[in-house]
């Protein structure tokens, strides 16, 4: 009466198979909704510190500090070694051969800086090292001038010692305020924190307690920020497969203008839209937000950000074999 049973089984399991093609070709048009994660307000607004860098060290000069580090930038590559041992190991003589430590401080008073959006296509992008190289550079050019006010703390020399920690500060502080990426927001706090620390320990010798208190307080403001930015950044960066394709719908609202004021979070997250592009969560992932990268990323690059709009053409440019580099 049934006819063959196994004849019925093929046609339950072809069924089955049409109906999921059928959802998935439904399902193409739209990409996965955000998570309570993303839709957090303090998740998506800027994230301007709670206490103003500019109260710990003052910056009224309004040059753009960008050329001054860009020369430091382009010293420390030249003498990358020299550089690397002295913040290991180096003596107070041997910093007057460092120029990058004599042009950090030369920066200190400029309240602002354009790095490494003078070459935003370096300086955007997927890297194996985690960060561009001006990035790196510029963060060993901080921590030269760090020592150097160190060794001046051995030799009791507080007031010498501070002018270099206020240097170090001041260069972590223009750093997050540029802000375009991920590693220059977090190393930029990193610097304005070992600074921040040392100069705190210099104001107890002096037994200057109202500095002491607004360091502490400079301080607890950047542990809540940096706690906000590791969480955000988890998620973003994942290569957890469950966690990409539970977060992909977060990371496409990220991207948008009119809902993300944070800048580098749009930068990143249309860099992870780039990767989308290979892998959305494996097989837990939706083939629409799959396809709905290269669709997103088209947008993008017409974005009037022009951070966000290089973002969107190195994810673009992403290849496949790329993307198994830095996977």
């Known amino acids: 009466m049934w006819g063959n049973r196994n004849g019925w089984i093929i046609a339950g399991i072809l069924f089955l198979l049409i109906m999921w093609g059928a959802w998935q070709a439904f399902g193409i048009n739209y990409v996965t909704s955000p998570t ?34 860009r020369r430091a930038i382009d010293d420390v590559k030249a003498n990358l070694s020299k550089y690397q041992r002295f913040v290991e190991s180096g003596k107070l003589a041997d910093a007057k051969s460092l120029s990058a430590i004599d042009l950090v401080l030369e920066a200190t008073p400029m309240n602002r800086m354009t790095l490494l959006m003078q070459k935003p296509e370096a300086n955007i992008g997927y890297f194996r090292d985690a960060a561009p190289e001006d990035l790196l ?3 060993l050019a901080g921590k030269a001038v760090e020592r150097v006010g160190l060794m001046h703390v051995a030799d009791k020399k507080l007031k010498e010692a501070n002018k270099y920690f206020e240097a170090s500060f001041a260069l972590g502080a223009k750093m997050y305020a540029e802000r375009v990426i991920f590693m220059q927001a977090f190393k930029g706090i990193g610097l304005m924190n070992g600074a921040a620390e040392m100069m705190r320990s210099t104001a107890e010798m002096d037994k200057d307690e109202a500095r002491v208190k607004k360091l502490e307080s400079f301080l607890a403001s950047t542990k809540k920020t940096t706690g906000l930015m590791i969480e955000m950044w988890k998620v973003i960066n994942s290569v957890d497969n469950p966690t990409i394709a539970r977060h992909a719908g977060d990371i496409y609202l990220f991207t948008q203008a009119d809902q993300m004021q944070e800048r580098l979070w749009r930068v990143e997250s249309t860099l992870k839209v780039g990767r989308f592009k290979y892998n959305v969560g494996g097989a837990e992932g939706r083939f629409a937000d799959q396809m709905g990268a290269p669709i997103r990323l088209a947008e993008l690059e017409k974005d009037p950000d022009p951070a966000v709009a290089t973002a969107a053409r190195a994810a673009s440019a ?3 074999q790329d993307f198994r580099s830095i996977k």
């Open 36 to 69: 309570a994660f993303g839709k957090n307000p303090a998740r998506l607004a800027k994230m301007d510190l709670e206490v103003n860098p500019a109260t710990i060290v003052a910056t009224p000069d309004s040059t753009d500090a960008g050329p001054i580090y």
């Open 137 to 139: 550079a510029i963060e």
């Open 318 to 320: 992403l290849t496949v």
